[in-house]
């Protein structure tokens, strides 16, 4: 059961890993509060106008910028690496770093070609056991894996 602030926002939440049908870790004592917030700049780096569609045409290419001073080439949007304080630190392990690749549109060894620069979420998940996931999303998915995290929160 997740705790809500006076908005009906889950505040206090923890998530359950799971893989083939067997639990594999927890995470994430009071991520709610985290993951509204990055759903909130999730959305608002999609919305035409933003900040991000000026140099990212492809709504699903735009993230929210990564804090200022970040000098990661990977900046992560969240990790959670235990349920709460007095875990060891292999309890369990839910990460989502922002990727960027570039892929040449056009014939090998040509100019007459471009760069096809993306952006993608890598949402990785690991667990005491070492056993993991990993899944590769746009801002939409994202958007949407978000949405249905808090979601489920709100009504457990």
């Known amino acids: 059961m997740a705790s809500l602030d006076r908005g009906g926002t889950p505040f206090e939440i923890t998530l359950e890993l799971w893989r083939d049908g067997d639990s594999f870790g927890a995470v994430g004592e009071r991520c709610g ?14 919305a035409d106008g933003s900040p991000q569609a000026v140099r990212w045409p492809d709504p699903d290419d735009r993230f929210p910028d990564p804090s200022p001073g970040d000098p990661s080439r990977e900046p992560e949007l969240f990790a959670f690496r235990y349920r ?22 056009g014939r090998q060894q040509s100019a007459a070609g471009r760069w096809r620069v993306a952006r993608r979420a890598v949402v990785e998940a690991w667990g005491a056991g070492g056993r993991g996931v990993r899944a590769v999303l746009t801002s939409a998915d994202l958007a949407r894996f978000l949405a249905d995290v808090l979601a489920e929160a709100t009504h457990a």
Do not use: K
């Open 33 to 46: 509060y985290f993951l509204a917030g990055l759903a909130a700049r999730v959305d608002a780096a999609r």
């Open 84 to 105: 709460d304080r007095g875990d060891v630190l292999s309890t369990g392990e839910l990460r989502c770093a922002l990727r960027t690749s570039s892929v040449w549109v």
